[in-house]
């Protein structure tokens, strides 16, 4: 198993740019996220989705959006690239959301925009 | 609110030596803990669990503490390596919630 992907590993956007963060995973994880990790700090969760239709707001949603559409697929969407989306984003996953059961992670993408 | 939390950024330690890293969490709802180990450039990596019907759980040279008491959590790592040199983060949960990250510690292993 490749576990949890992420594409691509880096990237500089320009202010007001688009672009779509890629992740995926092959493990038939019902449960996804998106967090943000600032320098030094910990992680922030954007978004999650608990299976394949259904996605929900976390701590820090505003200037993304994400869909899950496969049960293997997660991508986040920034619409307007701003200096304050500028951090690493990691996606995971876990069977449930429910019971004792911990989240991979991918590798991370690290944006920057300028 | 409630809140996970870590009381020392930063860690640094002599290479054999013990390491434990501090965790503090203020909801005594919570019933599941997680232990994450980020190397530089990389994701979080499951270290080990606790489930709060526990005490202490050990795995290959780490131990999870945990005092419901004084809602506190700690990672033990024995004989520490270089290799060890990460951020660790403790995580909450309780029961459909999803879990809640603290900020991390910096372990620094010197050879």
């Known amino acids: 198993n490749a576990g949890v992907t992420q594409t691509p590993k880096f990237r500089i956007l320009k202010i007001g740019q688009s672009m779509t963060l890629q992740c995926a995973q092959d493990?038939?994880?019902?449960?996804m996220y998106w967090y943000r990790q600032d320098p030094g700090m910990g992680l922030k969760l954007i978004y999650y989705?608990?299976?394949?239709?259904?996605?929900d707001k976390g701590e820090v949603p505003n200037g993304y959006n994400v869909s899950r559409s496969t049960t293997e697929d997660f991508p986040l969407r920034l619409e307007l690239a701003a200096p304050s989306q500028t951090s690493v984003y990691f996606c995971a996953s876990s069977t449930s959301g429910t019971g004792y059961n911990e989240q991979f992670f991918g590798p991370g993408t690290r944006l920057t925009v300028l | 609110g409630e809140s996970v939390g870590l009381h020392l950024p930063t860690l640094s330690v002599q290479e054999g030596d013990n390491s434990i890293i501090n965790c503090a969490y203020s909801n005594s709802a919570s019933d599941y803990f997680i232990w994450y180990k980020q190397e530089s450039g990389k994701g979080p990596q499951f270290i080990i669990d606790?489930?709060?019907?526990?005490d202490k759980r050990q795995g290959q040279r780490v131990t999870v503490l945990l005092n419901k008491t004084v809602k506190h959590l700690s990672l033990q790592i024995a004989a520490t390596q270089p290799g060890d040199s990460a951020v660790y983060f403790c995580a909450e949960k309780r029961g459909s919630y999803i879990p809640t990250f603290g900020r991390g510690t910096s372990l620094i292993v010197h050879p």
């Open positions: 989705s608990v299976g394949a239709g259904i996605t």
């Open positions: 606790i489930r709060s019907n526990m």
């Open positions: 493990m038939n994880h019902n449960y």
